[in-house]
């Protein structure tokens, strides 16, 4: 091939920087770098609790198992965020068996009147001092997956929830959203 007239064209020069923006790209990728987060710290200070999220939740109060329960909610075209917080149970010193049947009830209340079939089901604590437990669950014969981390802390169980169609893109965020849960000082 021939160099077009270019004074300082040089072909080594192309082929060098085209490696040069290769290996930063494939460093970027390999270190999990995806660019900037569309999540923002949001603080609820009236609930005891901050949490990373894509926008500005709305606050809700239902009825959940006969618990008034509070949520601080995002939703999106395709799926949704949110941090649901109830007063109790007040357990001290609770058992694991307990705690099972506690955070059992509210995975419960998500699946209730699905064929929901559990995908993941693990302990979830937050900083090593307050019990959690994970869920992932899917819907039998529908794109839909839920997921759910529940804690109990400071005599409230709080309860983050992803939940949308499998295919949605805020599946990226998920992780990053349960991790940055956080209890503000009181």
């Known amino acids: 091939m021939r160099s077009p007239s270019i004074p300082g064209f040089s072909w080594r020069r192309v082929v060098a920087a085209m490696g040069i923006i290769c290996l930063l790209a494939f460093l970027a990728a390999s270190v999990g770098w995806q660019g900037k987060s569309r999540l923002k710290e949001v603080s609820v200070p009236e609930a005891g609790f901050a949490a990373q999220m894509p926008g500005s939740p709305e606050k809700e109060a239902r009825?959940?198992?006969?618990?008034?329960?509070?949520?601080?909610?995002?939703?999106?075209?395709?799926?949704?965020?949110?941090?649901?917080?109830?007063?109790?149970?007040?357990?001290?010193?609770?058992?694991?068996a307990e705690l099972r049947d506690h955070f059992e009830q509210w995975r419960k209340n998500f699946a209730a009147d699905t064929d929901a079939k559990v995908k993941q089901d693990r302990d979830a604590d937050l900083d090593g001092k307050y019990p959690g437990h994970f869920w992932e669950i899917e819907i039998t014969g529908k794109p839909i997956k839920i997921q759910i981390r529940a804690i109990l802390a400071n005599g409230k169980t709080y309860v983050l929830v992803v939940t949308g169609l499998s295919s949605w893109n805020g599946w990226a965020d998920a992780e990053t959203f349960f991790k940055s849960f956080r209890l503000l000082s009181r």
């Open 63 to 96: 009825d959940i198992d006969g618990r008034h329960v509070t949520a601080f909610a995002v939703k999106e075209e395709d799926g949704g965020f949110s941090v649901l917080y109830a007063d109790g149970p007040k357990l001290t010193n609770p058992t694991k």
